[in-house]
């Protein structure tokens, strides 16, 4: 199955989870990949428990019983997409880290299965407190990943000391997303770029520092 892998495709939404195995592993790999074909034919909103068990080949009970609602299936799979995530990048410099991290972002959104995948899912956390705080797990799953990246670069002196990990890497990705999802405009290798640039910059200028930390 792709995923940010085909993503990455961005470990556990919920830490700690453990993936079943044997015929359990098999019959959730199953549901979950006609849950994204479901996602990037019709939506979330045309979501069917029914026709995602009969697409899986799993029956509409054991479907009902472990996943309970559409809404059970997208929180299961954004667990999913988080274990079988790639592993941050290490390329010796926080600029070359920053745009594999832009790149990786880039690549998912626009994939013609994940992209419309990430569509369906934030419109489903939009609209439910259960998938939204997976999406949340998701992403703060993504950002711990990467968070050494940052703190590589400060070790090597190229950014000031206290600077937030997480809020440089949320710099990179931030215009991505809001192209993506709010202004709903064709994603580039430029503005992925123009990213990494600003936060870059915005990272050696000291912006992202926590408030109070002394200055190096």
Known sequence: ?????????????????????????????AVLEATQDALVEQGFHALNMDRVAAAAGVGKTT??????????????????????????????GLEGDLRANAE??????????MGPVFQA?????????ECASA?????????????????RAVARG???AGTEATEVLRA??????????????????ADAQRS????????RAGAFRAPGSPRG
């Open 1 to 29: 199955m792709e995923r940010e892998s085909r993503l990455s495709t961005e470990q556990s939404a919920t830490p700690g989870t453990v993936r079943p195995g044997g015929r359990t592993a098999k019959v959730r790999a």
């Open 63 to 92: 479907v009902y019983r472990r996943w309970g609602t559409p809404i059970g299936l997208i929180t299961d799979l954004l667990r999913d997409m988080a274990e079988q995530s790639l592993p941050a990048a290490d390329t010796g």
């Open 104 to 113: 990786l972002v880039l690549k998912t959104l626009t994939d013609p299965r």
């Open 121 to 129: 899912v934030i419109a489903s956390a939009a609209c439910d407190e």
């Open 135 to 151: 999406l949340n797990g998701f992403y703060a799953t993504r950002l711990r990943e990467w968070a050494p990246a940052v703190e």
């Open 158 to 160: 190229e950014i000031p």
């Open 172 to 189: 990179v990705s931030a215009p991505l997303y809001y192209r993506f999802a709010i202004s709903r405009e064709l994603l580039t290798t």
């Open 196 to 203: 990494v640039a600003a936060a870059l910059a915005g990272a």
